[in-house]
C-alpha cells in the first residue's frame, strides 16, 4: 500500500502532461515539493479500509 502511495506521489507532476513523443526523464528526486496526491491514493485507502473492516459501507439501489 506505501508503494503505490509513494507511486501516485511520485508521478503526480507527470500525471497531466500530453506528450507526442517518448523521451528520456531526467529524475532529480523521488518525491519533488509540488507532488500531490490523486484520487489514485484515495481509492487506494478506501479499498484498504473497506477490506480491513468487512466494507460494509452505504449501498446505492
Avoid: H, W
Amino acid at each position: 500500500m506505501l508503494g503505490s502511495i509513494i507511486g501516485d506521489l511520485a508521478g503526480s507532476i507527470y500525471e497531466f502532461d500530453q506528450y507526442q513523443k517518448v523521451s528520456p526523464v531526467q529524475i532529480k528526486e523521488i518525491l519533488p515539493e509540488n507532488a500531490f496526491y490523486s484520487d489514485d491514493t484515495i481509492l487506494t485507502v478506501a479499498i484498504c479500509d473497506a477490506i480491513l473492516t468487512g466494507g460494509g459501507g452505504t449501498r446505492i439501489s
